[in-house]
């Protein structure tokens, strides 16, 4: 399996087509406590750098961006009832949907982690 970050912060796990998509530990430290995940509806279409869902917290309401094109197979459904599951484990059982790829190629636009940890060191 390959991991690959969005300058939006998020992160994607792909095995095989499939990519699995939740937000990085940096964006939910950035949100603080949350309290609402209002999850897309599975069937979806979703492009590259479009928002397909939106993450309540004590702070604020943010987008979350697909770093990928596809088709949303599964959502992670334990968030409806569990939210702060994101902050407990956002990059393993925070995981937010998965998504069958449609285009690779999109891949080339993310960053792995050692850009990514860069990244946000350019931004604290």
Known sequence: MSRYYSK?????????????????????????????????EVGTEIKQFSIFCTIESVKAASDVYAPVS???????????????????SPEEEGWIVKVEISDTSELKNLMDKASYENYIKELD
């Open 8 to 40: 939006d912060h998020e992160w994607l796990e792909i095995d095989n087509n499939v990519g699995i998509v939740g937000i990085t530990d940096y964006a939910q430290h950035q949100l603080g406590d949350i309290t609402y995940v209002e999850l897309p």
């Open 70 to 88: 596809g088709k949303i197979i599964e959502v992670n459904s334990r968030l409806e009832n569990e939210p702060e599951i994101i902050n407990k």
